[in-house]
Structures are given as C-alpha cells and as structure tokens.
C-alpha cells in the first residue's frame, strides 16, 4: 500500500486562493485613475476665496465689498438725492446729444434737415431742459450738499437759458453764430452738470467718512 507523503492535500488550496486575491486586488487597484491634484486644489482654492470674500464683508476688505458697504453708509435721505441728481443728469446728457445732433445737421451744406425740423427739435430741448430744471428744484439736499446743489442748479439754468437762446438764433436773420454759440453754451452746461454730479457724489462719501 503505498503511502501519501501529504496527507492534507487540500491544506493549501486556501493560501493559494488568498494569494490570488490580493494579487488581483493589488492589479487592480494600479489600473484605477488617479485623482488630479489641481482638480482637488482648484475646489478648495474656490471654497478659500468665498470664505475670504465673506469675511472680507466684516473687515471692509476687497474692492467690491468696501464700494456696498460705503454707499451703505450713506442715510436714505442723501441716497435719495443722489439717485435724484444721476436721473436728472443722464436725462441733461441724452438733451445734450439731440441739440448737437440737430444743430449739425442743420449747419451742413447741403442741410440735412430744414428748419422746421430743426426748430421742432429745439423746442423739444427746451420743453426737456425746463422740466428737468424744475426737477432738480424740487430736490432737497442733505446740509452738508448744499454748495453742491447751487452749483448744480446754476449749470442747469445756464443750459435752459442756453436753449431758449438757441431759438431765438435760429429764428434771427445772422447766419448761424448766436444759434451755434448757444449750443455751445448749452453743452458746456451740461457737461458743468455732469461734473458736478460726480462732485456731489465725493462730498456725499466723504460727509460719511467713506
């Protein structure tokens, strides 16, 4: 009878098996993409600047914070003269344009527009001009605007008589100069205007200590 050197054969079927799994386990792992280390930067890099955005809103840190929060600081009352004044300035500027656009084509040779146009869009001028130099007299400046507000109110009559004047030079019998030097008088006023605006605006900042 012979003898079975191993009398266990089985006993090292369950090595084997454990090594093949760590074998296909080690294989496989290797296989699997890696993450990308900017990807994992980038995120956080994104999750640091909100984070510093938002702190920066406690500290008065940052461009855009520090604009809010300075216009922020400003009461309702001074606010509401300042978005009264902004109104009244892009409707000055949008003047501005129509009469140079208008006297223009008036003075060009041939003209491209004839003189009941032109005189129809003149008036319309004036008509914009008078109402928005009753809007801004309407307006009530905070104390510390005051000088600004006469200021204002100067440049924007100089524009209304400037207009009016404007009228009466393209109805005159001269050949243009009392019609083009109120024009002229009227965009300086309301550039005047503009300026001063933006002054108002650095007064009312500064009244604040923003």
């Known amino acids: 009878m012979a003898v079975n050197p ?7 079927i369950l090595p084997l098996v454990v090594l093949g799994m760590i074998a296909f386990t080690y294989f496989f792992v290797r296989e699997l993409p890696e993450a990308s280390p900017d990807t994992t ?5 994104e999750q640091t600047t909100t984070t510093a955005a938002t702190g920066g809103g406690g500290n008065g840190e940052g461009g855009t914070t520090s604009t809010t929060e300075g216009q922020s600081q400003l009461d309702p009352d001074t606010q509401a003269y300042l978005d009264g004044i902004d109104a009244i300035d892009s ?16 003075n060009e040779d041939p003209r491209a527009i004839e003189f009941d146009e032109a005189l129809s869009r003149f008036e319309s001028v004036e008509s914009a001009t008078q109402e928005l130099l009753e ?56 550039g005047d205007y503009d300026t001063e605006v933006t002054n108002t605006h650095n007064a009312a900042q500064s009244a604040t200590g923003g």
């Open 6 to 12: 191993d009398p266990k054969p089985g006993r090292w």
């Open 41 to 45: 930067l980038a995120a956080g890099g």
């Open 135 to 190: 809007r801004h007299g309407a307006l009530t400046p905070p104390e510390a605007l005051a000088g600004n507000h006469s200021t204002l109110l100067t440049a924007i009559e100089l524009a209304s008589e400037s207009i009016t004047e404007a009228i009466a030079g393209i109805r005159s019998t001269d050949t243009g100069e009392r019609r083009n030097a109120a024009v002229d008088a009227y965009t300086t006023a309301a």
């Open 91 to 106: 409707d000055l500027q949008v003047q501005r344009t129509d009469l140079v656009t208008a006297n223009d084509a008036f």
